[in-house]
């Protein structure tokens, strides 16, 4: 289940901001935050902690670590 099977916020942040080649996409971006948000935290910083986490990843349908 991905966020933007859901919602579609990835597209409006897509629109509002073309991503460079190379670049995290939207999507990845917004699900990580999410995720963080019901962990309880609201740094985006704090994905750095769940980096190397293959499950994390996986859950959220992350395309590429980063």
């Known amino acids: ?23 995290i996409g939207h999507c990845d971006i917004l699900a990580c935050y999410v995720a963080l948000l ?5 740094d985006l910083w704090t994905t750095t902690g769940f980096r190397e986490h293959a499950f994390f990843q996986a859950a959220l349908g992350l395309k590429a670590s980063h």
């Open 38 to 42: 019901c962990l309880d935290k609201s």
């Open 1 to 23: 289940m991905t966020l933007e099977r859901y919602t579609n916020l990835a597209s409006i942040a897509a629109a509002a901001s073309p991503l460079r080649s190379g670049a």
